[in-house]
């Protein structure tokens, strides 16, 4: 996929803990904290929370994230 090729090329690879911005999709607009990237794909893992704060795991494509 271009636009993951294209964010692995530009931006220095997310590490695990990174506050990242969510750019498109269903949770576009929240900030989550990168978790890891998921093998074999251009997938990522995101912990998001919500209103009691508990972190719940998140996968989408890694090209909808923006480092904070």
Do not use: C, H, W
Request: charged share 20%; proline share 7%.
């Amino acid at each position: 996929d271009l636009a993951a090729a294209l964010l692995q090329t530009v931006a220095p690879p997310l590490r695990k803990g990174d506050t990242v911005a969510i750019q498109d999709g269903a949770f576009m607009g929240y900030e989550a904290i990168f978790d890891l990237y998921l093998a074999g794909t251009d997938r990522v893992r995101v912990l998001l929370s919500f209103l009691e704060n508990r972190p719940i795991p998140v996968e989408m494509p890694a090209y909808y994230l923006q480092r904070i």
